[in-house]
């Protein structure tokens, strides 16, 4: 099946400070990409999707400018948090879909802010 | 706007006992269905799917089939085994042109003892 790579697996950061979050299909081109927000025991949270040729549209309470999204090209989607503080500790999870399939999830980042 | 709802967990079952977890769900259109499942520490990975109504999904001896008159798609397995504890959602994902909505269900925790 098709490929996602998330890296890294996991991060740790000091409060202040940004991260990035890569997520690249390895074998196919992604026509959306959704970034999600997992808290321990706790289903997905959606944060933003973005379509082809489109910027990605956040959910309600998600702060853009805290969450940067890039869908670079059809295979690269980055998620930056910047200055990030200990609230934003979480597992966060990529995933891309191409025309008429299922999605794909990339194997997720825990991010560990101190 | 579209919903997933499925059986709330956690839900706890003896080895080789029979599984049925509960999804169904509201959206306009023809939507596909999925279940994903996650592995502790771990991203979510396609169990199966079914992309139009009757179809049945089936993978590793679990089993869904899209019930469009019911509008669920209900995740079976004969016989259980420890190596089945996981995290197992329920999604559906809308096509809009070239955009995609991908919903995800809450989540439900199953736990299989030996």
């Known amino acids: 099946g098709a490929v996602v790579s998330q890296h890294p697996s996991r991060v740790i950061c000091k409060s202040g400070t940004s991260v990035k979050i890569e997520c690249r299909s390895l074998?196919?081109?992604?026509?959306?990409m959704f970034w999600y927000r997992q808290f321990p025991k706790q289903s997905l949270m959606l944060m933003a999707t973005?379509?082809?040729?489109?910027?990605?549209?956040?959910e309600q309470g998600v702060e853009k400018d805290k969450f940067l999204i890039n869908h670079a090209s059809l295979t690269l989607s980055t998620l930056t948090v910047t200055s990030a503080h200990p609230e934003d500790s979480s597992f966060y999870i990529c995933?891309?879909?191409?025309?008429?399939?299922?999605?794909?999830f990339g194997q997720g980042t825990r991010l560990t802010v101190v | 706007g579209d919903s997933v709802t499925q059986m709330e967990g956690p839900v706890t079952l003896s080895e080789e006992a029979f599984l049925t977890i509960n999804c169904t769900y509201t959206?306009?259109?023809?939507?596909?269905l999925f279940w994903y499942v996650q592995y502790p520490g771990e991203g979510l990975q396609l169990l199966l799917k079914?992309?139009?109504?009757?179809d049945k999904g089936s993978n590793k001896g679990f089993e869904a089939t899209y019930r469009k008159e019911t509008t669920s798609f209900h995740l079976e397995k004969g016989s259980v085994q420890v190596s089945d504890s996981a995290v197992y959602f329920c999604?559906?994902?809308?096509?809009?042109?070239?955009?995609?909505?991908?919903?995800f269900g809450s989540g439900t925790q199953l736990t299989v003892l030996p």
């Open positions: 995933s891309m879909c191409r025309v008429n399939t299922e999605a794909f």
């Open positions: 074998d196919f081109q992604a026509t959306t």
């Open positions: 973005s379509n082809e040729g489109s910027k990605a549209t956040y």
């Open positions: 959206a306009t259109g023809y939507p596909s």
């Open positions: 079914a992309t139009k109504a009757d």
């Open positions: 999604a559906l994902i809308r096509h809009s042109g070239s955009a995609r909505q991908l919903t």
